[in-house]
């Protein structure tokens, strides 16, 4: 038991409390976003499977197709070069340059990125333009990075999406933490519910009870992404303005471990599958992103990663002179130029975040430890509109925690039918899921508006469940393989997903007591 | 609290924020570089939401306004100097 003075007690629980609800309602389109995000490369799989045998890692032939293709590209657009594996096993093919802006002084990058089947190693699809031009065209993992997008910035323009999540990474910090001393018998009111007594009770058990197991969780994962929110927003412009003079190229160089041009004269580039099945049988599994510089020249240089294994924290990186194919060394996966306490810790982040070293396992119970934080979150909440219900301020203010909290995850739902039939009707599926991410969004706020909180919370929850139930549906329906090709082909993920969601759909639209609703006389008490 | 919650949230909000800047730039020029040479660098950029957050939590729960105020903005300006001197522009 935590002991603080009576003041002192006041005052933490006032943190507690104000920091939750300024923060609460982004922070919690933040969780959700990002507790379905720990999925993206599942949710982008199987939203838009290839045709034939699922591909993991670059297939053997890339390297003909590669030189082919860069015969193609103008040498502007060749000073970088990557590939990687991605959405359903497509193989995107990257060469960038710098193009002049119209801002004198300043350049953007350009370049030329072809889609590639990673089964054929046909060519599905050629893109020109600048970044986000080139990202816009990547529509297989359109819906996958519309969650990831939202989670990282609130699609924000950067930086200011990323010191934002920064901010409410701290607020969910300073919650948890404000949190384990107000909740002074921990132990004890871990284990409680009251389930005889009132539903305000039985709420605020439900909340402190969520609370008390996901705390250690909250605090990783608010400290992890305020972390990734900081440190290219923040942490790496004050390092390179502080240790390296301001000089951000040299700060991305040394931090990064960037590989300096020493000889331009030119020369062939090597077997680049010798390069890719090199680092998968050194690092023990298969190469997944390629990185080149300075290709075409006699001092080429090219960085393997590797995935991340089950039971391994991250993948590795190794280094090759490209022109020769040569083996150099194994590099840091992040920072450094050689293995480090500081690059140790900063690779930590990632999995800690992330949840992915364990394969679907940790996948599986960041996930649910994610959906704890988001009721944990939503619960405060309204809990903490209904102690001052009878305020009329405070009643809107629950309408819009209903409204956040009910009103989210439909929008989510309708934004993924949105992007199946936005690709099947051939209309640009950025915009469309936008359009229809808001326009759920109105609907949701037209529905608190217009009637009693409590009617329309149950609405959407049931709204949320049709929306879930018809998704495989819409997969199918929009040139999607039945469960049958799916899994004739390897592509479990098809079937899994779409499981996942029914059971979800129909624990929506499960019939439950209104006694066993727990918000309900509080949204009744301020409709 | 005796004086005015905006004095204190002024403190525990932009003025900690700043200070807890300046200590995570501050802090790489005296932090032992490692053998990659990046650890100087490294540990401030991860701690710096801890190191907000203390400060944060600090600036609310001290009793004494003045103390906390004197104890941040003194935080800050020894590693502005600092910054300062090695940038060039502090004697």
């Known amino acids: ?527 | 609290m005796t004086m005015r919650p905006w004095v204190r949230g002024v403190l525990a909000g932009p003025l900690s924020f700043i200070c807890s800047w300046l200590l995570m730039a501050g802090a790489a020029l005296y932090l032992p570089s490692g053998r990659a040479g990046v650890d100087n660098m490294v540990f401030p950029i991860v701690l710096f939401p801890l190191v907000w957050s203390g400060l944060f939590l600090y600036a609310l729960l001290e009793r004494r306004l003045g103390r906390g105020y004197l104890v941040i903005v003194a935080l800050g300006l020894a590693h502005a100097l600092l910054i300062a001197r090695h940038l060039g522009v502090a004697p």
């Open chain 1, 1 to 527: 038991m935590i002991k603080l003075s009576q003041d002192n007690t006041r005052r933490v629980l006032d943190i507690h409390g104000w920091s939750g609800i300024l923060l609460g309602l982004l922070l919690y389109a933040v969780i959700c976003t990002g507790t379905v995000a720990v999925f993206s490369d599942e949710i982008s799989n199987w939203s838009s499977p290839l045709s034939g045998e699922s591909v993991d890692g670059f297939p053997t032939g890339f390297n003909a197709v590669f030189k082919r293709l860069y015969e193609e590209v103008d040498p502007r657009w060749r000073e970088e070069v990557d590939a990687f594996v991605a959405h359903g096993g497509r193989i995107y093919l990257r060469f960038e340059g710098e193009l002049e802006s119209e801002q004198e002084g300043h350049h953007e990058h350009y370049g030329v990125e072809y889609q590639i089947d990673g089964n054929t190693l046909e060519v599905l699809k050629r893109t020109e333009g600048l970044d986000h031009e080139r990202a816009a065209a990547r529509e297989a993992g359109a819906l996958a990075e519309f969650f990831v997008d939202l989670h990282v910035r609130l699609h924000l323009p950067n930086p200011w999406g990323l010191f934002l999540t920064g901010v409410l990474g701290l607020g969910m910090m300073l919650a948890a933490l404000t949190g384990f001393v107000v909740h002074r018998h921990l132990i004890r009111e871990a284990f409680t519910i009251r389930r005889n007594k009132e539903a305000l009770l039985r709420a605020r058990d439900a909340h402190v009870i969520a609370g008390t197991w996901s705390l250690p969780f909250a605090f990783v994962l608010a400290f992890t992404g305020s972390f990734f929110s900081f440190a290219s927003s923040v942490g790496l412009p004050a390092m390179a303005m502080v240790v390296f003079s301001g000089d951000q190229e040299r700060a991305l160089a040394e931090v990064f471990n960037r590989h300096e041009p020493y000889d331009d004269t030119p020369a062939a580039l090597a077997n680049v599958d010798t390069m890719l099945a090199d680092a998968s049988a050194r690092g023990g599994a298969k190469a997944v992103f390629i990185s080149m510089n300075y290709v075409g020249r006699a001092d080429a240089f090219a960085r393997v990663f590797t995935q991340v294994e089950p039971g391994q924290l991250s993948g590795r990186a190794f280094d090759y002179a490209a022109a020769s194919g040569e083996f150099l060394h194994e590099n840091p996966v992040l920072v450094g130029k050689q293995p480090s306490a500081g690059n140790t810790v900063a690779a930590l982040m990632t999995p800690l975040h992330f949840g992915h070293f364990a394969g679907w396992v940790s996948k599986a119970v960041w996930f649910a430890l994610g959906f704890a934080a988001a009721y944990v979150t939503l619960s405060g909440m309204l809990l903490w509109t209904l102690r001052r219900a009878q305020r009329r301020a405070w009643q809107r203010m629950a309408g819009v925690v209903n409204w956040m909290g009910y009103g989210l995850p439909l929008a989510m739902v309708l934004t993924a039918h949105a992007y199946f039939w936005a690709r099947a009707s051939g209309v640009a599926v950025g915009s469309v899921q936008w359009a229809v991410f808001w326009a759920a969004a109105v609907a949701a706020a037209l529905m608190i508006g217009l009637g009693s909180q409590a009617r329309a919370r149950a609405w959407m929850i049931r709204l949320s469940g049709a929306a879930l139930l018809l998704l495989p549906l819409s997969r199918w329906l929009c040139d999607g393989p039945s469960w049958a090709s799916a899994l004739n082909h390897g592509q479990q993920v098809v079937v899994s997903v779409d499981l996942a969601l029914l059971v979800a759909g129909g624990f929506c639209l499960w019939p439950r007591s209104r006694r066993r609703e727990g918000f309900v006389p509080v949204a009744e008490a301020t409709s």
